[in-house]
């Protein structure tokens, strides 16, 4: 069984500071892993996702995040943060089926100018 | 391309009324999904179609919650009667395959249901 862990529920950065959202996994076989953001009253967007391959994902809107098996860790992150990047992301885990998937709770990211 | 387009977007009933939420999946995907977002939660999933059968319903509070998919593309998703914590946004979803290895999942942009 997978599970995701979303440390942080609540976020602020300051407008151009470094955006870190946390992602930690607990998954009996290697998972896949997905970022998705929510923008107020939409739906959840993709904005990156690890299947195999390189470890360090680009995602669109500048952010990346880096699978660390090690760590069981998917953290997402951005060198300078916008205003427009205020909204919610979700981390969600998927076996190799690819059909299972489990969000975590969410973390709400505010950008203070 | 055309996402995934639900209706309505917001609605709002008494408890003990019935509320219908359609979706329409991107064409060509064989997956629906049918999620049940509260207020500072993560998406739950209540089911999941592969075409017009289901492959997951284990979390959709059969009571009151059902859903169809008939011809395998548009798909209902309906509550009756409905409860105060059925307040929720209701995320309809589809994917290409069916057990695909790195499918991703597209959100429509949800039917907003408050419930009073």
């Known amino acids: 069984a997978q599970s995701v862990t979303q440390l942080g529920s609540h976020v602020s950065v300051s407008e151009g500071a470094l955006v870190l959202l946390r992602c930690n996994y607990s998954s009996s076989v290697p998972p896949y892993l997905f970022w998705y953001v929510q923008y107020p009253n939409q739906g959840l967007q993709l904005l990156l996702k690890?299947?195999?391959?390189?470890?360090l994902v680009k995602g669109i809107n500048g952010f990346e995040a880096e699978f660390k098996k090690s760590e069981t860790s998917f953290h997402l992150t951005k060198p300078s943060a916008h205003m427009s990047d205020a909204a919610e992301y979700f981390c969600a885990v998927s076996d190799q089926t690819g059909n299972q998937f489990y969000f975590g709770t969410g973390t709400s990211l505010t950008v203070i100018p | 391309e055309a996402g995934v387009a639900q209706s309505p977007r917001y609605k709002i009933i008494e408890k003990r009324q019935s509320v219908a939420f359609w979706c329409n999946p991107i064409?060509?995907?064989?997956?629906l999904y049918w999620y049940q977002q509260i207020l500072g939660q993560g998406p739950k999933l209540l089911i999941q179609f592969q075409n017009n059968g289901v492959v997951d319903d284990s979390q959709l509070p059969k009571d009151r919650f059902s859903a169809e998919r008939l011809k395998g593309v548009d798909s209902t998703l309906k509550i009756q009667p409905a409860k105060l914590e059925d307040s929720a946004v209701y995320l309809c979803?589809?994917?290409?395959?069916?057990?695909?290895?790195?499918?991703?999942?597209?959100f429509g942009e949800g039917s907003w249901l408050t419930v009073v």
């Open positions: 064409s060509g995907h064989a997956t």
């Open positions: 979803a589809s994917s290409l395959h069916y057990r695909s290895s790195g499918n991703t999942i597209y």
């Open positions: 690890y299947t195999t391959g390189a470890t």
